[in-house]
């Protein structure tokens, strides 16, 4: 597609359930970001992807957080056991140069 | 560490009258800055960039920012305001270093635009 595209665009979860989200890249792009925007926040830094080198998992806030990435292209990020906390707008990212990124629309996540 | 400070969380202004929005970083050497607008219900669109050269960067939809060393800033400058850049604004650092860098976000604000 023309740009990065995530979905679902909202979720509505159940404290303790899991749910995963999905964040298509722009073709090529070799990079992935996963970003977290909570309220009143800026933008967290969660996990980054980039080509076949392990991954950057320093900002997942916990172990209840994981991300995928298969076969270079889609990633999927994980998250365990919600808590309401995490009710948040989860946004992807990808990039040609490490640099300037192209941000899909995010997901909505509540966690009632 | 580098970090970002956008002190305004929100401003308003009116239909055609200028626009600066501040950023101001922290970073230990030359950083790497950016401008993104978030609209309602969409993801982040860059707006400009700064990497070297010419401190006054021109960008999309009639912004420009200019990278002031002495000051630690990159504020963000429109000479007239449209009711449709009412939407959140981003300021963004990032090192100069080659490879991976991380890009540290700052808080937003939130510009109202008011006929």
């Known amino acids: 597609g023309a740009g990065v595209s995530q979905s679902p665009s909202n979720k509505v979860t159940e404290k303790g359930k899991d749910v995963e989200l999905r964040c298509d890249p722009i073709s090529g792009h070799t990079a992935l970001y996963w970003y977290r925007q909570s309220l009143g926040q800026g933008l967290e830094f969660l996990i980054y992807?980039?080509?076949?080198?392990?991954?950057?998992k320093s900002g997942l806030p916990s172990d209840r957080f994981s991300a995928e990435r298969t076969g270079g292209s889609v990633s999927t990020l994980t998250i365990q056991r919600t808590q309401q906390e995490d009710s948040a707008v989860y946004l992807c990212a990808s990039s040609q140069d490490s640099l300037s990124r192209l941000f899909g629309p995010g997901t909505r996540l509540t966690v009632l | 560490a580098q970090s970002v400070t956008q002190p305004d969380i929100h401003i308003t202004v009116s239909e055609g009258a200028s626009l600066e929005l501040r950023c101001n970083y922290s970073?230990?050497?030359?950083?790497?800055l950016f401008w993104y607008v978030q609209s309602p219900g969409q993801g982040l669109q860059l707006l400009l960039k700064?990497?070297?050269?010419?401190?006054l960067v021109q960008g999309i939809k009639g912004f420009e920012a200019e990278f002031k060393r002495s000051q630690s800033s990159f504020n963000l400058r429109k000479p007239s305001v449209h009711w449709s850049d009412a939407a959140e604004y981003f300021c963004?650092?990032?090192?100069?270093?080659?490879?991976?860098?991380?890009?540290?976000f700052g808080t937003g604000t939130k510009l109202q635009v008011i006929p």
């Open positions: 992807f980039q080509g076949n080198s392990a991954p950057d």
């Open positions: 970073y230990g050497a030359t950083p790497y």
């Open positions: 700064y990497f070297s050269g010419d401190t």
């Open positions: 963004a650092v990032g090192p100069n270093s080659g490879g991976y860098q991380k890009v540290t």
